[in-house]
């Protein structure tokens, strides 16, 4: 026995309430760039990290200043496992 949607029942408003949700979503999966700002801030004052960090996520700064912008999941695990790094490299005091 299968489960089968009707008009009347209300798995079939919910259904079309989450087909709603998912079309008003800008994409699925996708990450807002206020959550890479940090990053990038904390990188400011060494330019060259700041630079890195652009070059081996593909984000630029134009990006990140739009509150509409958003990046894959990839690239959001990738700019916080550079930004660690780089800034263990980049900072005040590193040897």
Do not use: N
């Not at 009347?8 to 079309?16: E, H, I, L, Q, T």
């Not at 739009?66 to 800034?87: G, H, K, M, N």
């Amino acid at each position: 026995m299968g489960f089968a949607l009707r008009p009347a029942s209300r798995g079939w408003r919910f259904a079309r309430w989450w087909a709603e949700v998912a079309r008003s979503c800008p994409r699925p999966g996708a990450i807002s760039t206020v959550l890479v700002r940090p990053l990038a801030a904390a990188l400011a004052p060494a330019p060259a990290a700041l630079a890195e960090l652009f070059r081996a996520t593909d984000l630029t700064p134009q990006m990140l200043a739009d509150p509409e912008a958003r990046v894959t999941a990839s690239q959001f695990c990738i700019a916080w496992a550079e930004a660690l790094r780089l800034y263990g490299a980049h900072r005040p005091g590193a040897g």
